[in-house]
């Protein structure tokens, strides 16, 4: 049974963190906040600890994790090479919700990469993540906290839900600044490659490398990518997730549903509110631009399923590379389970 720690969020004090060091040590499971969502902390280069990080969230083993480490120096101790787009690259966007895929020290257990013969770093920038990193003084691997599948957490609470009887304790340090994953990107060889759009924007990296190869957010084409742990359905919510090309389609089929459905249905639509005031339907309005959206989407996708709806209707978002990230989610999250 989990135990919660509240942390300010830009100082955490030393209790908090030397009793989150002491559980790691322990080979113990600490979720703590990122600058993106909540991680699933646990050491890095421990065997025995990466298997309770599989076995806590019900994910395959051969789905890898991310390492979180406290520097560029300490990131490249656990690689082979490192390229010079991986310093580059680096440099721009660390401490920050980057995370490079480079080649795997021999003397850094598969488990941790799901067996591949690469590895995923980044460099976290929120303080807590920082602290903790330092205090502790090694690699952290640290999944987004929440079960297989499940929505990821972007509040103490989103975390508390899906694993709180799986894990030792939970560092509070409020919401998470940009509420959704950090991109990835393959530095090995050639071009590099965006795996998963997230929080660093496609323009912002194409800035720094030019020869960046970004992929459209279509998870029917994940089987192409090189990124094992893509699944085509993630980050979903209990609820079925139906995506509507417009507001007014949305709207329509929100209704239809409601009318239909003895539980309530849920309707997320972009700036302005819909305000359809109907029955059974429970409307959500999120944000015109692109990452003020991410901030709130899972946030949002959580309390419709807290609110018991049987399905979510959400107007689709523009296909724009700004959006790509939040597009990438929608996607995956509407997948029907296999
Ligand atoms: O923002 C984030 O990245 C959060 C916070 C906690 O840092 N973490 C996170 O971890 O999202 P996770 O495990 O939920 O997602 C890891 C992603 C997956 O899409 C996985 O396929 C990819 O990173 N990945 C990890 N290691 C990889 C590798 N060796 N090769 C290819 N893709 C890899
Ligand atoms: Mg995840």
Redo the contacts with the bound molecule.
């Keep these: 049974m989990y135990r919660l720690i509240a942390v300010d969020p830009r100082h955490p004090g030393g209790v908090a963190l030397a009793e989150a060091t002491r559980v790691l040590r322990a080979r113990g499971l600490v979720a703590f906040p990122?600058e993106?969502?909540y991680?699933l902390g646990a050491l890095a280069l421990d065997e025995q600890a990466l298997a309770r990080v599989y076995e806590a969230k019900g994910r395959p083993t051969h789905?890898?994790?991310?390492a979180?480490v406290e520097s560029e120096a300490q990131a490249r101790a656990l690689a082979r090479s490192w390229p010079e787009t991986a310093a580059r690259l680096a440099r721009a966007f660390w401490p920050g919700?980057l995370?490079l895929?480079v080649e795997r020290a021999a003397r850094v257990p598969a488990a941790v990469?799901g067996g591949?013969s690469?590895?995923?770093v980044?460099v976290?920038s929120h303080p807590v993540a920082r602290a903790l990193l330092a205090a502790l003084g090694e690699p952290l691997a640290?999944?987004?906290a929440n079960r297989y599948q499940g929505l990821s957490p972007t509040t103490a609470a989103h975390v508390v839900k899906q694993l709180g009887d799986r894990i030792e304790l939970v560092l509070d340090g409020g919401p998470c600044e940009a509420g959704i994953?950090?991109t990835?990107v393959?530095v090995r060889g050639g071009a590099p490659r965006v795996?998963?759009p997230?929080a660093v924007g496609i323009e912002a990296l194409t800035a720094v490398a030019p020869n960046l190869h970004t992929m459209h957010a279509d998870p029917a084409a994940a089987e192409t990518r090189?990124?094992?742990?893509?699944d085509p359905r993630h980050y979903a919510p209990r609820a079925l997730l139906l995506l509507a090309p417009t507001r007014d389609e949305a709207l329509t089929m929100a209704r239809s549903l409601a009318e239909r459905e003895d539980r309530p249905v849920g309707l997320v639509v972009r700036e302005a509110a819909v305000g359809a005031g109907l029955p059974g339907l429970v409307e959500k309005t999120l944000p015109g631009e692109a990452s003020d959206y991410a901030r709130l989407l899972f946030a949002t996708l959580h309390d419709l399923d807290d609110e018991g709806v049987c399905a979510i209707v959400v107007q689709d978002v523009p296909d724009e590379p700004a959006w790509w990230a939040v597009a990438d989610r929608l996607a995956r999250a509407s997948t029907a389970a296999r």
């Design positions: 990122t993106t969502v991680g789905h890898p994790l991310i979180h919700p995370t895929i990469a591949a690469s590895i995923a980044r976290p640290a999944p987004s994953e950090s990835v393959d795996l998963r997230g090189a990124s094992p742990g893509m």
